[in-house]
């Protein structure tokens, strides 16, 4: 028996790409039916992370002409990650499997077959998307992104190289993922550490259809420290570490000033002295900064607060007799 399969789409200010996804995921769904890949009640789901466009307004047309689109509207903003988390721990309830995407057709299409093939033919309860090459990306990003997952892999952080938000998860493994409640959430190394079976499928990366990437360079350089500091406590013990060397150090420059003063060759030195304050200075300032920060994700998670709110939802009579399973606060639920 084919599999119930659910997309979540996670979208914000997406209406300038949204019909053609829509469009194009309605053919691959009519393709995967036709084949008897998937079952005939599987769904393409968008959930709107507080856009302030009319990318609520187009998901709502689309359930309306079509069944097979539903929609969740979160009651504002609350980042990439905590809206996927949203439309996957919502929609468990009602598939076999759900595929994450994003919204702007950089992830082919043709990736889906790939994951359905691991799932029903291998028994994989996970599937990695990933990325075959990184040659369309700048000499920047392609960098920094290499440079990043070698941070990562120091920090002994477990980590898909070049896989992003493209996976499919079993309803056993998001079971499992619902169990993870931390606040301060990095979907891609959260993942991993279910250790299902799991299997990896690569896809070439294309261009945004349209409209502009919702991450420009500060938002990934958030997500980036999000994930080291969610991922690992390393960062605190190399501090721990470089107070040692530093308190090495300026002893032996303390034998060093007490063999120039023995030897009288004392001189007067500012720039030295300027130097030193300033780099142990900036050390401590940067330690504090470091530490700070993990106090400030351990002061998040202790309020426990939601990491997202349902406002309303575009689903079929099966999910409302089931709604009550989801695991957000949920209001003025719409069908």
């Not at 990306?137 to 392609?142: A, I, L, M, N």
């Not at 920090?155 to 056993?172: F, G, P, Q, T, W």
């Not at 000033?257 to 300033?278: D, E, H, K, N, P």
Request: glycine share 6%; hydrophobic share 40%; charged share 20%.
């Amino acid at each position: 028996m084919p599999p119930i399969l659910y997309l979540a789409i996670p979208c914000y200010n997406e209406e300038a790409v949204l019909p053609e996804t829509a469009k194009q995921l309605n053919l691959k769904f009519e393709q995967l039916i036709g084949s008897h890949q998937i079952a005939t009640n599987s769904r393409i789901c968008f959930i709107d992370d507080g856009s302030k466009d009319q990318t609520w307004t187009l998901i709502e047309r689309f359930h309306q002409e079509n069944p097979r689109f539903e929609g969740i509207k979160l009651s504002r903003n609350r980042g990439h990650q905590n809206a996927l988390l949203c439309g996957l721990l919502t929609l468990r309830e009602f598939a076999d499997a759900v595929i994450s995407m994003d919204a702007d057709l950089q992830d082919d299409l043709c990736v889906i077959d790939k994951m359905i093939h691991e799932f029903s033919n291998n028994h994989c309860d996970i599937v990695y998307g990933v990325r075959e090459s990184r040659k369309t990306d700048s000499f920047f990003k392609r960098f920094t992104a290499q440079s990043y997952y070698k941070i990562l892999e120091a920090m002994d952080c477990e980590v898909i190289y070049n896989h992003a938000d493209c996976r499919l998860m079993s309803k056993r493994a998001l079971t499992a993922l619902g169990d993870y409640h931390e606040v301060n959430l990095y979907l891609r190394g959260l993942v991993p550490l279910i250790g299902y079976p799991s299997s990896i499928v690569t896809y070439p990366r294309q261009k945004r259809f349209a409209g502009e990437s919702k991450y420009p360079l500060k938002k990934m350089m958030a997500l980036a420290w999000q994930g080291i500091s969610s991922l690992s406590i390393k960062p605190i013990a190399w501090i721990t570490k470089l107070g040692m060397i530093t308190f090495v150090l300026s002893l032996l420059m303390l034998i060093y000033f007490l063999y120039r003063y023995a030897t009288g060759q004392t001189v007067v030195g500012w720039a030295s002295i300027a130097v030193s304050v300033w780099a142990i200075g900036g050390l401590q300032l940067l330690s504090l900064g470091v530490i700070g920060e993990y106090v400030g994700k351990m002061y998040l998670e202790t309020k426990a607060r939601p990491r997202y709110v349902i406002q309303t939802l575009l689903h079929s009579d099966e999910t409302q007799n089931n709604l009550h399973n989801c695991s957000s606060t949920e209001n003025n639920s719409k069908i």
